[in-house]
Structures are given as structure tokens and as C-alpha cells.
């Protein structure tokens, strides 16, 4: 779910009551932002900006249903006026920029001074500037998300590693605060513990991530995976029978639509490179005469799928889905989902590349001129997917599957918080939870270090099947990516 990008700069928590402003009285700094054809930086009054008088400390957790929810609490939003912003009116900023309210709510807030530019009231018809902070105070509504516990796989003076859990976004950002990697850390260790996270991992994906303890510490490795001296490799799980050899793809990508970060397959977009080996795969499980589908052991979207043909897209077959080991060479936006999708066998639970009702039939499979859907088209059905209906992944239609995806996703629920009007959501189901895509390994590529997670449950063997539980070194697929290297040169 994409939701306003405006960076977090303090909150205050319950008892609910009007929101009373103050300004930073201490900050100073130099913020970049004289006009686009020069690179000098002047200093800036940080006293515009606005925050709200507390930091709740303990944070307002409380665990229940198996998930981690925050209670919901005052905050103030601050951000720099943005080049791309620079001429247009503050309304039409929000309204293509931010989908967390409607555009009526936006300009409500705007009428009442909820939202201010350099701390001062305005209308919805203001002309942003270079230089210009725009403040939006709200109630905030933090999604619950998992109860899992952050596993810690190694630690030292300098430096955590850690399994991340699916859906649980690494920093604050849109709706999330509390509810992030960095903040659940620091209230476990103490209001002084300030983690800093060294690689990047999207909400939904889980698996490896380093959290270091000290600026020296992060800079050290934040240099090692710039300079391309660390290796990483993922595991998914897809849609069908992958092929059994190393598949190596070098599409390009393109974002196609900032405000919901959606990428795909172009000629015209960036270098992209990423390797494939299957790991495992696993034939449909078949329904026994007279079996109901609540008695299935995992839900049915996991084990019986239509799989797209691959290519042509044609006819669909069931074919069960498979484990497969990913080795990014390149490091672009969702470049594994968007890969895979490419390729015909996109993550079998993936809300966005595996989803019939935004990409059509073929799921966006070998379409890198756009001439299957145009990007217009794939941006307005993904645009409504998690308001008025869930973001269901591909569109399956026998009785057992559809018993599967009556469990709601997280959607709009019809009622109003009773402080701020706002809509509130449903509680997430499985796919707002949970992405089939594991940060597995991270290892220096001269030996110094190597790092490991356990397979996530979703990639061992069904019930009943034999397959790998645990996954052999990365020599094949480091191979694979040097081969077609030396065949470029």
C-alpha cells in the first residue's frame, strides 16, 4: 500500500486532543536549495519547522491477534519543497503525490492548518517555491504488523545481523513509524540504541539484514556493497515449473510510476542483471474426493496454481511452483519481481507482478515494449487495488481457492476514527503480511565473512514431498554471472 512520502519528524502520543504546534527553537543546518542551475547551498531557518511536543517513550506497542499494533497518536510530517513540486499548486502536489486520503481530505486539512508551508497557514491554491517546508499534523493509524520476533544471527561490537520478518518496513516511512525495523530495535535496547541499517530490504521481503552499531561501522560496509565486494542471494518462490539450469536475465527496467513505485521490463529503462537457479520443484497438490477446503494443511494459493505458458502466454496449466535461488549482479527497484515476472514465473504470492487484475492473462510475461498493456493502463487498475477491493495475486478460480481468498486483505472497512474521521482499514491479511522473496545469504566475495538464514517455511518441502531444507554455496551462480561478464568483453 503506497502512502504519503513526507518524512516524519516527531509526534506526541495519547490522551487525543487537539494538536498543539511548536517550532524547533535549536536547529540549524544548511539545507540544499537555491535554483536548479547552481549547487550552492545557503542556510536555512530550521525554526519553520513544526513538530508536535513528544516522543512516547515507551512506544505505544501492544501486541494482539498475532500481530504488533501501535495505538494512535498525534505526529507531524515535515518535507522540502521537491524540484519535481517546484511551479505547481500545494492541492495538486498531494493529490498525485500521496494516496493515503482523498483529495477532500487534503484540502480540508489545508483550510484548517493542518497542513502549513514554513509554518504558516494557506490555501490549497499556493504556488510552491524552491526553499519552501510544507507540515501536515494528523492522527496517525499505524498498521499492525507481525508479532514474529526480529531474529539476531550474529552480533559483535559493531555490528547486528538479523532476520528480518516479512512485512515489517526497515525505516519510518509513509504510514509506518513504530512499526519499523530501526524503531522496535531501538525500543528493545534502550532510547540511546541508534541502529543503522546497511542494506535495503522492501517491507514485504524478509531475510538478512545488517544493522550496525557506529557510523565507522556502517561506512565500512555501506563501501563494500557500493563497491560490489558483497555478495547476496535471495530465494523465491514462483509461479510453475522453472527451468533446471542457470537462467541468466538482463532485461532493463524502468520505474514507471513514482508515486506507487511500480517498475517493469523496458528497452529504454536501466541496466538490470540478475541470476537464476531452481532449488526445488513442486507438482500441484491434488483435492481427495470429499475434501472441504479448510481441511487443505497450508492455503490453497500456495499449493494449486493456473500457471501462465511460458512466453506466449497461451494456454494455462497447472504446474505447481517452484523454489529458486536469485543472485542480483545489478541492484534496481524490485529487479528480482520484475525479473521473474519477465521471465513467465513471477512470485507465486506477489501482490503487484503476480496480479491478473492489473497485468491481463500472460502477468506482464515478455511484454518489453509495452505493447500488451501500456503503462497507462497497468498504473490505474494497480492505483485501485488496496482501497475499495484487496490486491489479490493471480486470479485463481476453483472453489478451493476461492474459500482462500474470502480471508480479506487489508482494505477499507467502512468505519471512521471517532477522534479524526479518518477511514480505517481492515487488518492486513496474508499478502499485505508476507512476500515469497528471502534475503538469504550475504557474504564477502574473497571469504572474510559469510552470513546465512534458515529457509523461510515457505520454501521447504509441502507436506507429504521430499525436496531440500537447506541450500548448498553460491559457486554455480557466481559462475553464471562471470561467464556471460567474460562473453561481453
Known amino acids: 500500500m503506497v502512502t504519503s512520502a513526507i518524512s516524519p519528524v516527531g509526534s506526541t502520543t495519547l490522551p487525543l486532543a487537539p494538536v498543539a504546534y511548536t517550532r524547533n527553537p535549536d536547529a540549524t543546518s544548511t539545507q540544499p536549495g537555491t535554483e536548479a542551475d547552481t549547487k550552492a547551498t545557503k542556510p536555512v531557518d530550521d525554526s519553520r519547522i513544526l513538530i508536535t511536543p513528544c516522543d512516547p517513550w515507551p512506544r505505544p506497542y501492544f501486541l494482539e491477534g498475532g500481530l504488533r499494533r501501535?495505538?494512535?497518536?498525534?505526529?507531524?510530517?515535515?518535507?522540502?519543497?521537491?524540484?519535481?513540486?517546484?511551479?505547481?499548486?500545494?492541492?495538486?502536489?498531494?493529490?498525485?503525490?500521496?494516496?493515503?486520503?482523498?483529495?477532500?481530505?487534503?484540502?480540508?486539512?489545508?483550510?484548517?492548518?493542518?497542513?502549513?508551508?514554513?509554518?504558516?497557514?494557506?490555501?490549497?491554491?499556493?504556488?510552491?517555491?524552491?526553499?519552501?517546508?510544507?507540515?501536515?499534523?494528523?492522527?496517525?493509524?499505524?498498521?499492525?504488523?507481525?508479532a514474529e520476533p526480529i531474529q539476531i544471527i550474529h552480533e559483535d561490537e559493531d555490528m547486528m545481523v538479523i532476520n528480518k520478518p516479512s512485512g515489517v518496513p526497515v525505516h519510518p516511512a509513509g504510514r509506518y513509524q513504530y512499526n519499523s525495523v530501526v524503531e522496535i530495535m531501538k525500543s528493545e535496547r534502550g532510547a540511546d540504541f541508534l541502529p543503522r541499517p546497511c542494506n535495503r530490504l522492501d517491507r514485504l521481503t524478509s531475510g538478512i539484514m545488517f544493522l550496525a552499531k557506529n557510523k565507522r561501522a556502517a561506512d565500512l560496509l555501506g563501501s563494500q556493497i557500493v563497491k560490489r565486494t558483497v555478495r547476496k542471494e535471495y530465494v523465491a518462490r514462483v509461479v510453475g515449473r522453472f527451468p533446471d539450469r542457470e537462467v541468466v536475465c538482463d532485461e532493463p527496467i524502468l520505474q514507471i510510476s513514482p508515486k506507487l513505485g511500480l517498475n517493469r521490463v523496458r528497452a529504454n529503462g536501466k541496466t538490470a542483471r540478475t541470476v537464476f537457479k531452481r532449488l526445488a520443484y513442486y507438482p500441484p497438490l491434488k483435492k481427495s474426493?470429499?475434501?472441504?477446503?479448510?481441511?487443505?494443511?497450508?492455503?490453497?494459493?500456495?499449493?494449486?496454481?493456473?500457471?501462465?505458458?511460458?512466453?506466449?502466454?497461451?494456454?494455462?496449466?497447472?504446474?505447481?511452483?517452484?523454489?529458486?535461488?536469485?543472485?542480483?549482479?545489478?541492484?534496481?527497484?524490485?529487479?528480482?519481481?520484475?525479473?521473474?515476472?519477465?521471465?513467465?514465473?513471477p512470485i507465486q504470492n506477489d501482490p503487484i507482478y503476480a496480479n491478473q487484475k492489473v497485468w491481463g492473462f500472460n502477468l506482464g510475461c515478455n511484454d518489453p515494449e509495452a505493447q500488451l498493456n501500456s503503462d497507462e493502463d497497468i498504473i490505474s487498475r494497480l492505483s485501485r487495488m488496496g482501497k475499495d477491493e484487496a490486491a489479490d495475486a493471480v486470479a485463481y478460480h476453483d472453489e478451493m481457492v476461492d474459500a482462500y481468498h474470502k480471508k480479506r486483505e487489508e482494505k477499507m472497512s467502512g468505519e471512521l476514527c471517532t477522534v479524526c474521521d479518518t477511514p480505517l482499514y481492515t487488518d492486513p491479511g496474508q499478502?499485505?503480511?508476507?512476500?515469497?522473496?528471502?534475503?538469504?545469504?550475504?557474504?564477502d566475495a574473497e571469504g572474510a565473512w559469510s552470513y546465512c538464514s534458515p529457509l523461510p517455511r515457505w520454501a521447504l518441502p509441502p507436506a507429504g514431498m521430499d525436496g531440500p531444507v537447506n541450500v548448498g554455496g553460491m559457486e554455480d551462480l557466481v559462475t553464471a554471472a562471470a561467464a556471460l561478464a567474460l562473453n561481453e568483453e
Open 70 to 146: 501501535v495505538a494512535p497518536y498525534f505526529f507531524t510530517y515535515n518535507t522540502w519543497c521537491k524540484e519535481r513540486w517546484r511551479g505547481r499548486q500545494l492541492i495538486d502536489v498531494f493529490e498525485s503525490e500521496f494516496r493515503d486520503r482523498d483529495i477532500e481530505y487534503y484540502r480540508a486539512a489545508m483550510e484548517s492548518g493542518q497542513v502549513m508551508v514554513n509554518s504558516e497557514p494557506i490555501s490549497p491554491s499556493y504556488i510552491l517555491k524552491n526553499g519552501d517546508l510544507i507540515s501536515h499534523t494528523t492522527h496517525r493509524h499505524e498498521p499492525p504488523i507481525t
Open 289 to 345: 474426493a470429499g475434501t472441504e477446503a479448510s481441511e487443505v494443511a497450508e492455503p490453497v494459493a500456495l499449493d494449486v496454481i493456473d500457471d501462465i505458458a511460458p512466453r506466449d502466454g497461451s494456454a494455462k496449466v497447472q504446474e505447481g511452483y517452484s523454489v529458486v535461488r536469485c543472485l542480483p549482479v545489478t541492484g534496481r527497484t524490485h529487479q528480482i519481481r520484475v525479473h521473474l515476472q519477465f521471465l513467465g514465473h
Open 431 to 443: 499478502q499485505e503480511l508476507s512476500l515469497w522473496l528471502h534475503s538469504l545469504r550475504y557474504e
